[in-house]
């Protein structure tokens, strides 16, 4: 199974700057790593899918990039609607699909 | 538009069944993977099952046995069905549909808003 490390746990941060989050993967999962938000009481919604391509509807100020085992999720300046839980996951190597444990984003 | 409204969650004691429906609109079910992720109370998301267009399932080793994952391609409705139940079972259960046709992969693009599994005596 791979397991894939997401740090840090939490990130705080203003609006208006640039977060940084991470997922390290336990083997290469090559590109097939997607990026998810999760707002509270909300379903997740997809934002990134096999390491940089963004999902329909998702502004530019997120990016994704890497490769292998090491991937960054980047939002450029942070708005207020962008706080919360972001998970990446893994369909390289399945079943089982393996998710991150995610890093939260708050309001500093 | 792509529409998931998953129901049939509940409160069921330990060792007892449930099964979740999912109705899906928008797209026809049977030609993309469809999956279950659940998600327990603060904690992370966890892949519990999938279905391929082509009918084979997948289960992950926790459910393995006790959950059964299927397709009523006329009424285009995805459900679970749990037996068995375990308190470790207790979570918001997510039908969520697969980006392209016809293929295995696993990019969930349309989520439901969840139906709520709690097993507990």
């Known amino acids: 199974e791979v397991v894939l490390t997401q740090s840090p746990a939490t990130l705080s941060l203003s609006p208006g700057e640039r977060a940084t989050l991470s997922c390290r993967a336990s083997?290469?999962?090559?590109?097939?790593l997607a990026w998810f938000q999760q707002k509270p009481g909300q379903a997740p919604r997809l934002l990134i899918y096999?390491?940089?391509n963004r999902a329909t509807g998702i502004p530019a100020r997120f990016s994704g990039s890497g490769s292998g085992t090491d991937f960054t999720l980047t939002i450029s300046s942070l708005e207020p609607e962008d706080f919360g839980v972001y998970y990446c996951?893994?369909?390289?190597?399945?079943?089982?699909?393996?998710f991150g444990g995610g890093t939260k984003v708050d309001i500093k | 538009e792509v529409q998931l409204v998953e129901s049939g969650g509940g409160l069921e004691q330990p060792g007892g069944s449930l099964r979740l429906s999912c109705a899906a609109s928008?797209?026809?079910?049977?030609?993309?993977?469809m999956a279950w992720v659940r998600q327990a109370p603060g904690k992370g998301l966890e892949w519990v099952s999938s279905?391929?267009?082509?009918?084979?399932?997948h289960y992950a080793d926790s459910v393995k046995g006790r959950f059964t994952i299927s397709r009523d391609n006329s009424r285009n409705m995805l459900y679970l069905q749990m037996i068995s139940l375990r308190a470790e079972d207790t979570a918001l259960y997510y039908c969520?549909?697969?980006?392209?046709?016809?293929?295995?992969?696993?990019?969930?693009?349309?989520w439901g808003q969840g139906t709520r599994v709690t097993v507990s005596s």
């Open positions: 928008g797209f026809t079910l049977t030609t993309y993977a």
């Open positions: 096999d390491a940089s």
């Open positions: 279905i391929l267009p082509t009918g084979i399932t």
């Open positions: 969520a549909k697969t980006k392209m046709e016809s293929t295995s992969n696993m990019i969930f693009d349309y």
């Open positions: 083997q290469s999962v090559d590109v097939y």
């Open positions: 996951q893994q369909r390289k190597y399945w079943p089982p699909v393996t």
